[in-house]
């Protein structure tokens, strides 16, 4: 399940997983606040946590994240994923040098750090 998180700007999509992510949670719940915050704001900064009670991706969720990250490509102003899974922060740092946008890796334990990372030059 995705939950959107409260306490974060405008143009920041602001999410944490629990349980198994399905292609449902990236299609009901990602894909139109993306398209929603880009509408109003032209680009997307990402705070995504997955947390101590994530339990993984389905193949479906899998194939979701890709399709919109390929999609949006160019509409992500920056990342802060936040995860303790190992296999996650390997991706992410093979692919983070091709994004050519910030993209970060934080903890759990640093998630706070994470938020002032993905909302730092605001007012907020």
């Known amino acids: 399940m ?3 998180l409260d306490g ?3 143009d920041v999509l602001a999410v944490s997983a629990s ?3 399905d292609a ?3 299609r009901k719940v990602m894909v139109p ?3 929603r915050i880009l509408e109003a704001h032209g680009s997307v900064r990402m705070f995504y946590q997955l947390g101590p009670e994530w339990d993984g991706f389905t193949a479906g969720a899998g194939l979701q994240d890709m399709i919109l990250g ?3 490509w160019t509409d992500f102003a920056r990342i802060a994923i936040v995860t303790d899974s190992t296999w996650i922060r390997e991706a992410v740092s093979l692919f983070a040098p091709m994004f050519r946008k910030p993209m970060k890796v ?3 334990a640093q998630a706070e750090a ?3 990372w993905i909302t730092a030059g605001d007012a907020t």
Do not use: M, Q, S, W
């Open 2 to 4: 995705l939950n959107v």
């Open 8 to 10: 974060f700007p405008d």
């Open 19 to 21: 349980g198994k992510l």
């Open 24 to 26: 449902d949670d990236y």
């Open 33 to 35: 606040e993306v398209h």
């Open 70 to 72: 390929v999609e949006h």
């Open 106 to 108: 934080f903890t759990n």
């Open 114 to 116: 994470a938020k002032d």
